[in-house]
């Protein structure tokens, strides 16, 4: 498949379209750090950034500061790129209770979330594209702000197999586990494999569409095809495949063995400070927790709350960025944000909210320090991540504006040369 945007339309950019597709593709080409593309409503400012990606050929972050306008530009955006790859990252959770202490009335509330199998999956597709396709889409939520795993770590996790390959099945499989996958001969669900004599298939985490089915003949790999799940028909054969984990957050256990230990050494360091400090019930708290999660650590390589520990994990200094989506685009990504005098706001607030919440379970005995570093961005680090952005908005606000010293690129005029209705302000004298 190429690796070129291919826009497909039946019908040409009209009204102030073409106008305003050239003056942000210059912009680009020219190193603008910054363009404001300030269009009125139906105006066809979806069509006029497909334009731009598919000129500039790029590959996109299209933020969205909702889930709603999220899924509506994904499917716009699938429309018009069918043969690229257009992915779809917002959060996954339907429901979401933070962990949270109340110190006034000494309330402790659990984290309690249920997670939408299908939109990780759809996130799991997105980093996967945005590493190793240079024509990838991504519309993404605020959920991009939030960390991700250590993209380093995660290519390292990615195995490639090849037609011909001399591996012993028994390593095969252990390789499949270590990229966290599950075995399962009856109920395939993603993220597990099954095995039958020689024939190995893998239901994948990032889709449901195909099973990887590994044929073997003795311990040499003899044929890699996609099959369908329902009918196990054949629908593409292959020389050589990338096996991805069967999770996002899939690590090596190296790695978290050497994370546990750190996290045994900042446990210390904290269960001293609550000695010296007088509170024993802080201090019982937090070694009863720590002690458990190090625990399961070594031993399964996951815990409840896991995340709490991700600057470990992924071998941050303390008050170092967390990783995001943005880190596994190459650095010439572009950037789109849709509705910027909304989106923009929403990615200030977060830190601090986020802030505000841990620092209390940190001061209380329920999470290490170390916790507050499972972090969204800041606003400062968030500018800092894309070399070039495109804000559109209907009513630009005065920091996107700012960054354009005023220049504003103008789309007014419909595509369909419809107007708007007139409109008459009468005095509300005499009329009730």
Known sequence: MSETFELVSPYPPAGDQPEAIAQLVKGIEQGEAHQVLLGATGTGKTYTMANVIAKVNRPTLVFAHNKTLASQLYSELKEFFPHNHVEYFVSYFDYYQPEAYMPKTDTYIDKNTKTNEE???????????????????????????????????????????????????????????????????????????????DVIEIAPGHTDR??????????????ICEVDPLTGNLQQAYNLYNLYPASGYATSMDIIHHAADQIEEELKERLDYFEQMGKPLERERLEQRCRYDIEALREFGVCPGIENYSRHIDGRKPGETPYTLFDYFPEDFLMIIDESHVSLPQIRGMFNGDRARKQTLVDYGFRLPSALDNRPLTFAEFQSKAKQTIYVSATPGDYELEQTQGEIIEQIIRPTGLLDPIVEVRPTLGQI
């Open 119 to 197: 939109l990780d999956m759809l996130r799991m597709a997105a980093v996967n594209s945005a590493l190793h396709h240079r024509d990838t889409i991504i519309v993404a939520s605020v959920a991009c702000i939030y960390g991700a795993s250590n993209p380093d770590q995660y290519r390292d996790m990615i195995d490639t197999i090849h037609v011909g390959d001399i591996i012993d099945r028994q390593e095969l499989l252990m390789k499949l586990i270590n990229q966290q996958y599950q075995r399962n001969d009856i109920d395939q669900t993603r993220g597990t494999f099954r095995v039958r004599g």
């Open 210 to 223: 195909y099973l990887i089915r590994i044929e073997m003949f003795g311990d040499e790999i003899e044929r």
